[in-house]
C-alpha cells in the first residue's frame, strides 16, 4: 500500500491521500463500531491512534499529542526525581 508513496528515498516520502482508515483491517473495524454503537453499560472510553475512526459520534472527544522533544525532556526529568516531586512541582492545587 505504501510502497508507490514512500519512493527511493528512505526519509520522506510523497504526499498521498491515504487515511488513517486504510491501516486499519475491516472486519475487525467493523466489530470495534459495533461494539461502540451497541454499549449501554455506562462509560465507554475508546483510546489510541484511530479512536475517532472507531467512534465516529462520540459525547467528547479528547486530543493529546506530546512532541517527541518534550517527551525526551520529561524523561530525563523524571529519571531525576520521584513522580511525586515532579507532579507537585508542576501541579499546584
Known amino acids: 500500500m505504501l510502497a508507490p508513496v514512500l519512493g527511493d528515498d528512505p526519509v520522506f516520502g510523497h504526499m498521498n491521500?491515504?487515511?488513517?482508515?486504510?491501516?486499519?483491517?475491516?472486519?475487525?473495524?467493523?466489530?470495534?463500531?459495533?461494539?461502540?454503537?451497541?454499549?449501554?453499560?455506562?462509560?465507554?472510553?475508546?483510546v489510541g491512534v484511530g479512536a475517532s475512526i472507531?467512534?465516529?459520534q462520540p459525547?467528547?472527544?479528547i486530543y493529546a499529542d506530546l512532541a517527541r522533544w518534550r517527551y525526551k525532556a520529561g524523561s530525563a526529568e523524571m529519571r531525576s526525581q520521584t513522580w511525586a516531586q515532579t507532579i507537585s512541582r508542576k501541579v499546584r492545587v
Do not use: Y
Not at 483491517?25 to 451497541?38: D, I
Open 17 to 46: 491521500n491515504i487515511g488513517l482508515e486504510a491501516f486499519f483491517e475491516e472486519a475487525e473495524l467493523g466489530r470495534a463500531r459495533q461494539k461502540v454503537a451497541s454499549w449501554q453499560q455506562g462509560v465507554l472510553l475508546v
Open 54 to 56: 472507531v467512534s465516529p
Open 59 to 61: 459525547d467528547v472527544l
